[in-house]
């Protein structure tokens, strides 16, 4: 660094007396500004102002004309540890003014104790003092965490949670995490689905040079509430016969989607695939016995809940008609009429036999059959078949004769 006392050619001549070194007010610091420590790598600002100070003239000349009493440089110098060597941070003032201030700012890249030297110049031109300070510079402290320490997550849904930290970490860590999540150790981001519930502490921690600084981080995991409640409708259900298969229930995260499977008595297995909530119709087709459905309630982040309903298939009570009879005779027809038929899934109609081959059908319990031939005798049976179209055994063997072409009808009571 240059001497800071150098004086140009009208100071060399007035600095030969000591009374005219008497005259001299020179510029005075109104305040240095820097602090007297920091972190490596930090940035701080040094600042300073001064005035210039008018003089007594004593020795005839006019030392206080406006250009004179101005502060024309502030100088600021700057030491880095092991240097050994002086930098210029800030040197003339445009304009020139008094008073007067200037600030620099320095990143301080190196640990120890950095110098800085402040000097002013008025404008006739007078130096002030050149005071020296020194600033430590230390090295970063041990991290310490700063992002917040209670996080609040729902089961099976995406987190994200970044570790803040002071001094620089270079290196992240972390212990209990819920099930699910993960860290990056770079970065300090913590990642995932969480698949835990209920209140969960984990420890993180953030890392560098000096050390490791650590804190307790509190989840607060929602579980998932997903209540299925499937049914099935009829109670009683026979083979053949349809049923009505409805999906319902609630997901306090909202519901996603549905999905079933029938597992059959046979051992097949009948999927029934992602549904809405609703109702659809099944038909068992894979003999009687006990039949399973499992439902699955589901909400949008993949939690669900199984119900498994059974229902039991059976083959339908078809009772034939247990007694048969004439109601009526002619030459060529005649008038049947049954009774004791019976179906537990309900009467859907009859099937009518004449000879051991079918005629026809009738929804009542009583039939005429025509076209017949006089003084013939015919056989008939009869089979009941109920809603579900299942059929009962043949009846028991009716025989009755028609009339000849010269009988006279006669009802039968």
């Not at 050619?9 to 008497?22: D, E, I, K, P, S």
């Not at 003239?57 to 502060?71: A, I, Q, R």
């Not at 025509?370 to 009846?395: E, F, H, K, M």
Request: net charge negative; proline share 6%.
């Amino acid at each position: 660094m240059k001497s800071f006392f150098w004086r140009i050619g009208v100071l060399a001549l007035v600095a030969a007396t000591v009374a005219r070194a008497q005259l001299v007010a020179p510029p005075t610091f109104t305040y240095i500004s820097l602090p007297s420590s920091a972190t490596v790598n930090s940035t701080v600002t040094v600042a300073a102002g001064g005035q210039a100070n008018s003089s007594d003239n004593s020795d005839g000349n006019d030392w206080n004309t406006p250009d004179m009493l101005v502060v024309a440089r502030i100088m600021i110098y700057v030491m880095p540890p092991g240097s050994g060597s002086w930098t210029t941070l800030h040197d003339w003032l445009d304009p020139w003014q008094s008073p007067a201030d200037a600030s620099v700012s320095v990143t301080l890249n190196q640990t120890g104790t950095w110098y800085f030297a402040f000097q002013l110049m008025d404008g006739r031109p007078w130096y002030s003092d050149e005071p020296v300070y020194a600033l430590t510079v230390n090295p970063p402290p041990t991290p310490q965490i700063t992002s917040g320490l209670s996080v609040s997550a729902n089961q099976g849904q995406g987190v994200s949670y970044q570790i803040a930290a002071t001094s620089s970490p270079t290196s992240y860590g972390a212990s209990g995490l819920p099930a699910g999540l993960s860290l990056n150790t770079s970065n300090g981001l913590v990642t995932g689905v969480v698949s835990g519930t209920g209140t969960i502490n984990s420890t993180i921690s953030a890392t560098n040079a000096q050390g490791t600084g650590s804190a307790t981080l509190t989840w607060h995991v929602t579980a998932a509430s997903i209540v299925p409640a499937a049914s099935i409708s009829p109670g009683t259900i026979y083979l053949s016969q349809s049923v009505t298969l409805t999906r319902a229930g609630t997901c306090n995260f909202g519901v996603g989607w549905t999905e079933g499977t029938i597992w059959c008595p046979d051992g097949s297995v009948i999927a029934l695939g992602h549904q809405a909530l609703g109702s659809q119709s099944f038909t068992p087709a894979a003999g009687t016995g006990t039949y399973w459905w499992q439902f699955r309630l589901a909400d949008p982040y993949g939690n669900f809940q199984d119900q498994w309903i059974s229902f039991t298939v059976t083959s339908p009570n078809v009772a034939a008609p247990t007694s048969v009879s004439l109601s009526q005779n002619g030459s060529d027809y005649l008038i049947l009429s049954w009774s004791g038929a019976s179906a537990q899934a309900g009467i859907g109609h009859y099937n009518v036999f004449r000879n051991g081959v079918f005629i026809g059908t009738t929804s009542i319990a009583s039939g005429t059959d025509s076209g017949l031939s006089a003084s013939t005798a015919y056989v008939y049976t009869i089979q009941t078949v109920d809603t579900q179209g299942n059929i009962s055994p043949l009846s028991a063997s009716f025989s009755v004769t028609t009339l000849g072409d010269l009988e006279l009808f006669t009802p039968l009571l």
